[in-house]
């Protein structure tokens, strides 16, 4: 089937829908002129339904690898797939059922918030235009800005600016939905919003694809994540597991702070550090068992002691051997 015939049936954008993922890429590679290699064979699977995090530090090909799913700008080499369709090919078969929201939203500062999704929602050919008004106006009200729904666009703040073109994606039913930095300058109580908003969204079968440098947001929200280091994929896999594989930390807790470090640096625990009445560090290969009994013979009253779980942010640093760059 050729586009223009895919264009007559949108529905065939789905035709792979015995597939578990939405977005499939094999060998994907990007290089820009003057030899920049900004994605490097990657191979990515995102399940079907799920709430998918794409972490990176700055510079990882996060964004690049955006771009080419939706299709403006083609690979190097490799392939994508997403709806089971090859992009940027079937972009226009497949882009109806997919909302974005990349590199924060495009707006017309003169126009009223509900006057650019009119705009935006005019400019959809399968967009019903009986339907458009209530269209925008839920729309408006699942991000929260029906109140400043007649501010025209340049008084936005940032973080509203976000929830427009977040609602703008929303404005018809998206089997995918694809979120570049989507609670970038929003309060706290704005983020915790738009994570509510997003778990609501894969629980009606919408799939997110969600790029974000808050390591505790992808945490909080994802239920499956990708780490990308200069071009290439690092790892995928349900969140849970991701943060499995990172050894969590040693915390002691006790008044004897300075004999608990001491004895702890004895017995080979690697990166020790002391706050208050907790010390904790790298617990390595040792036995917790004998950790624990050199701490009580050394005369260290010990009144907590365990390993904490690691977070995906101890996972994050273990492969790719730094902290997280907040421009990512």
Known sequence: MDDDAAEAAPEAAGADDTTDTVIHTRALTKRYRGGQLAVDGLDLAVPAGSVFGFLGPNGSGKTTTIRMLMGLIEPTSGTARVLGRPMPHASRAVLPHVGALIEGPALYGFLSGRD????????????????????????????GLTAAAGKKAKAYSLGMKQRLGLAAALLQPRRLLVLDEPTNGLDPQGMREIRVLVRELAADGTTVFLSSHLLDEIEQVCTHAAVMARGRLLTQGPVADLAARARGRLVVTTPDTADAARVLKEQGIGDVVVSEDRVTGEPGDRE???LNTALVTAGVRVRGFGVERASLEDAFVALTGEGFDVAG
């Open 116 to 143: 650019n999704l009119l705009r935006y929602d005019a400019a959809d050919p399968t967009a019903d235009p009986r339907t458009r008004r209530a269209r925008v106006a839920e729309a408006l009200e699942r991000v």
């Open 288 to 290: 917790l068992a004998d």
